[in-house]
């Protein structure tokens, strides 16, 4: 599957952005996905993911209550809606496939797509 993110962009502190993600090749629906994020001079970390179907998300403590994953498979995209938010969000943000099921706080993904860059300004 071939994955490529979009949406980032340059917000103010307790502004919102929505980032997209768009695959292709392999059936949408066969995947967990998961967004990523990585700061400057920090590991990347799991920010979120959601589950084949939509069911089940799963949100870091960081953005817990401010961001939302979603999905629409007939789409063959999955989203993060950011909202509240803050110069410490600020990272190139990835969205990553797995096919494997394994539970959502899981870090491991087969599958990259390019990274959108997120910067939010004091």
């Known amino acids: 599957v071939q994955l490529q993110a979009f949406g980032g962009g340059l917000v103010q502190a307790g502004g919102s952005l929505r980032l997209s993600c768009a695959a292709s090749?392999?059936?949408?629906?066969?995947?967990?996905m998961g967004w990523f994020r990585q700061a400057p001079g920090k590991e990347r970390e799991l920010v979120s993911s959601?589950?084949?179907?939509?069911?089940?998300?799963y949100y870091a403590d960081s953005v817990k209550g401010r961001f939302t994953i979603s999905r629409d498979n007939a789409k063959n995209t999955v989203y993060l809606q950011m909202n509240s938010l803050n110069p410490e969000d600020t990272a190139v943000y990835y969205c990553?496939?797995?096919?494997?099921?394994?539970?959502?706080?899981?870090?491991?993904?087969?599958?990259w797509g390019q990274g959108t860059k997120v910067t939010v300004s004091s």
């Open positions: 090749g392999r059936t949408f629906s066969f995947y967990t």
């Open positions: 990553a496939a797995r096919n494997k099921v394994v539970l959502l706080s899981s870090s491991q993904y087969d599958y």
């Open positions: 959601i589950s084949r179907s939509g069911g089940s998300t």
